[in-house]
């Protein structure tokens, strides 16, 4: 394990749901859809630039075990790793130039939604939901999503991942926004604090931060997005000029991520082993461990059904006025040559 990891992913970096996905195409048509032509196998010398969030990720996950290196060698490429990088930060960092490859949150596909966007979806991490959902404290009695009514509710910035989960267990349970007081808090850490503190009821969010939640004594989880139905999966993007001009490397970038999600599946120390070494908690890895790590996918009509349902679901939550047309901005990488 390199000793460098715990400086490089020190920051717990969560996926603002709604988070600008504005960013600008270099050197090729923003109006011409994904590519899909088939390359040579061998001879793409490209160097794949990949920017990574704070924390542990598939992505820092894969540069320790190279499955992506290897996976780019195989078609004559390579990678170089940027980071770490906030979402937003990653964003402009792709409008620059500087990055070809990065994360973000399913919702992030709506809002350059309805032109052809500088970056195309190609996979997604595919879980159960189980790592986002809504810690309560004890002392305030809510013992189902009902009881959420009238209770003071933590979530990030409007419009985030936090909003969207707290959200979506209230259309479960037949409530709105208006049947409870919801407190914006932009530091997702902070949100964990008001919950320590009391200043608050519940803390709806994921991750890390979920699991910080569940470790504050006198709290419970009171529900989970595995069991709302509620949908924010990590997704992985492309520039469109990197997509036109080297589909097998991007191919390549996704076998190397699918291989490093399979270990993960099932080896869940590699993961735990990581964590530890940078340097989060062990009672903290302990219970991010055994949330659901998902398996990497493509995005396909299949799994483009079930982001449209998102979108549905943030139309009527007021985060947009109507459901984007989906369909220009993803590639089945499936489809691409390797």
């Not at 195309?120 to 991490?125: P, R």
């Amino acid at each position: 394990m390199k000793t460098l990891l715990s400086a490089r992913r020190r920051g717990l970096g969560g996926l603002l749901l709604v988070a600008t996905l504005v960013v600008t195409a270099c050197g090729s048509d923003p109006a011409a859809p994904a590519a899909t032509s088939a390359p040579t196998a061998q001879g793409d010398s490209a160097v794949a630039r990949v920017g990574y969030f704070g924390g542990t990720s598939l992505w820092t996950l894969a540069e320790d075990s190279n499955t992506v290196s290897d996976a780019l060698k195989e078609v004559g490429g390579s990678v170089q790793w940027n980071g770490p990088l906030a979402p937003v930060e990653a964003s402009e960092a792709a409008k620059a130039g500087r990055i070809d490859f990065t994360s973000n949150s399913v919702a992030t596909f709506f809002n350059e939604a309805d032109t052809a966007s500088a970056l195309v979806a190609f996979a997604l991490v595919r879980n159960s939901g189980d790592n986002q959902g809504i810690v309560v404290r004890d002392k305030a009695g809510i013992t189902s999503v009902a009881g959420l009514a009238g209770k003071r509710v933590a979530v990030s910035t409007p419009g985030s991942t936090g909003e969207y989960v707290l959200l979506a267990a209230l259309e479960s349970a037949g409530l709105t926004a208006g049947d409870v007081t919801v407190v914006h808090i932009a530091n997702p850490a902070d949100g964990v604090s008001a919950l320590a503190s009391g200043d608050v009821d519940a803390l709806a969010t994921w991750d890390n931060f979920f699991a910080s939640a569940q470790l504050i004594e006198g709290t419970s989880v009171l529900t989970t997005n595995a069991q709302t139905g509620a949908r924010n999966w990590s997704l992985f993007v492309v520039t469109r000029s990197f997509l036109d001009a080297h589909p097998a490397s991007v191919r390549a970038v996704f076998e190397g991520l699918a291989r490093q999600s399979e270990e993960i599946r099932t080896n869940r120390d590699v993961e735990k082993k990581a964590r530890l070494a940078d340097g989060q908690p062990p009672k903290l890895v302990d219970i991010v461990v055994g949330f659901d790590p998902g398996e990497v996918v493509p995005v396909n009509d299949e799994v483009l059904a079930q982001i449209k349902e998102v979108g549905e679901q943030t139309v009527r939550f007021g985060f947009r006025s109507s459901v984007p047309d989906l369909t220009r901005n993803y590639v089945d990488v499936s489809s691409l040559g390797s």
